[in-house]
Nanobody, 124 residues
Framework: QVQLVESGGGLVQAGASLRLSCAAS????????MGWFRQAPGKEREFVAT????????YYADSVKGRFTISRDNAKNTVYLQMNSVKPEDTALYYC?????????????????WGQGTQVTVSS
């Protein structure tokens, strides 16, 4: 089992920056691909970004590419999502997730462990 706890969400104005953190405990953190997903009210959970085991590869949704950066610190068992130039459409509950080597990076169903989420609200 891997336990994931997100933090760093809040209410910000459009154009601001925010950094989300996800602290992991349990099994060896570096064994897992880590991802961020988000879910807005009335919408399905959607892929935001993912980072491979050593951080060598990152992948982003087109909607956040160039604005968000995912990173990880395996020594601290933590993955981050730096959110810059946020927009009202970024408003959502943001989830951290962990997966092994199987399955798509982009599909929520491929991820084995999930946090409880942290709310991000962007005002215009």
């Amino acid at each position: 089992q891997v336990q994931l706890v997100e933090s760093g969400g809040g209410l910000v104005q459009a154009g601001a920056s925010l950094r989300l953190s996800c602290a992991a405990s349990g099994r060896t953190f570096s064994n897992y691909v880590m991802g961020w997903f988000r879910q807005a009210p009335g919408k399905e959970r959607e892929f935001v970004a993912t980072i491979t085991w050593t951080g060598g590869n990152t992948y982003y949704a087109d909607s956040v590419k160039g604005r968000f950066t995912i990173s990880r610190d395996n020594a601290k068992n933590t993955v981050y999502l730096q959110m810059n130039s946020v927009k009202p459409e970024d408003t959502a509950l943001y989830y951290c997730a962990a997966k092994t080597y199987t399955g798509s990076y982009y599909s929520a169903s491929s991820y084995d462990f999930w946090g409880q989420g942290t709310q991000v609200t962007v005002s215009s």
